[in-house]
């Protein structure tokens, strides 16, 4: 415990206002070039909408802030795995041609798509022992419609791959190369300052770039507390401590600390005596900050995060006791 205060006071209690050394990538009027961190779709408001997170460079307040790329269409592809022979009529080959009349007949009016492209591919396949190694596929690349099949029943193709509502995400990853965090530069956007977002039409207009630079992120550390209520059967947050690290230079081995801290304390069911709340209050280690209920305790907490707006939020075992 001794330890443990030692290496608190050696935490400043402010953070420093002194804009990070940085290397500028500007965004101009041309092209928007931030550093992406992590992509979610949301397929609940439209198949192949996804959002881009990440870190951009403000020249006004000379620091990187943080942004959203809107995509607003990421096509998708779907490959037929052609028969050997029609179901029905066993003895008679199937062609490319009937499975394009198929597909084409059976499959484009439930896509409910406007543009379609059709390839013949070949493509390998390891994860199944009833589709083979390598094929030749009917593949088709379409716009945002109804993407997701089922219960699709095929004459002259077995399987359709790629029929999965996450492969928006993978089609944009695998097609643009992004193999994780890295700077990406977006042509053709539009910016809406009334939402702080990006949008882009097109995936072909996000290009990854060979830059070997991180930007500093910000990091929020999180320890929660609970306690058994007094059915035993539920639990209630009694306190979550925190630790901000404003500045975290990934890049760099040596990392110079720059840290805010402090603690949420909810005296609900627990009601601590009152040697105890008088020692929180005069505890000078941290700032702790008390409330009367669990509600309370996760709007504040929940405030403070959006204040803080960190790019990484870690903690452990904070689902569980």
């Known amino acids: 415990m001794q330890q443990i205060k030692e290496e608190i006071l050696k935490f400043p209690k402010k953070v420093p206002n002194n804009p990070p050394e940085i290397n ?4 101009t009027s041309n092209c928007f070039i931030f550093y992406y961190l992590d992509v979610v779709q949301y397929y609940a408001a439209r198949p192949g909408l996804l959002y881009l997170f990440g870190k951009t460079y403000d020249a006004t307040s000379r620091s990187y ?3 959203c790329v809107n995509i607003k269409y990421c096509h998708q592809r779907l490959y037929f795995l052609p028969r050997q022979n029609f179901i029905y009529e066993p003895d008679k080959k199937v062609t490319f041609k ?98 702080r977002t990006i949008e882009c039409y097109n995936i ?17 550390g999180l320890e929660i507390k609970k306690v058994s209520r007094e059915d035993a059967k539920t639990e209630e947050i009694v306190s979550v401590g925190c630790v901000v690290e404003v500045q975290h230079m990934l890049a760099k081995e ?16 627990s009601k601590c005596e009152k040697n105890i709340l008088k020692q929180l209050d005069n505890y000078s280690h941290t700032n702790v900050i008390r ?15 959006s204040d803080y707006d960190p790019d990484i939020v870690y903690g452990h075992s904070m689902l569980s006791k």
Do not use: M
Request: glycine share 4%; with cysteine.
């Open 24 to 27: 500028e990538f500007e965004s």
């Open 65 to 67: 802030k943080n942004c």
């Open 98 to 195: 009937d499975v394009f009349n198929e597909v084409c007949e059976k499959i484009i009016p439930k896509l409910e798509t406007q543009e379609v492209e059709f390839h013949k591919v070949r493509k390998k396949y390891a994860f199944s022992d009833y589709i083979p190694e390598e094929a030749d596929y009917l593949e088709i690349k379409c716009n945002v419609g109804n993407c997701f099949l089922s219960d699709v029943f095929g004459e002259t193709f077995t399987n359709i791959l790629g029929n999965k509502r996450h492969t928006f995400v993978e089609t944009f990853l695998v097609e643009r190369n992004i193999k994780g965090p890295c700077w990406l530069k977006v042509e053709n956007y539009q910016e809406i300052p009334k939402n």
């Open 204 to 220: 072909n207009d996000i290009i990854a770039l060979d830059i070997d630079s991180i930007p500093p992120l910000k990091l929020l």
């Open 254 to 269: 040596t990392v110079t600390l720059s840290l805010d801290h402090f603690c949420i304390f909810s005296n609900g069911i």
């Open 291 to 305: 409330v009367d209920s669990e509600e309370k305790l996760i709007y504040l907490l929940i405030q403070k995060i």
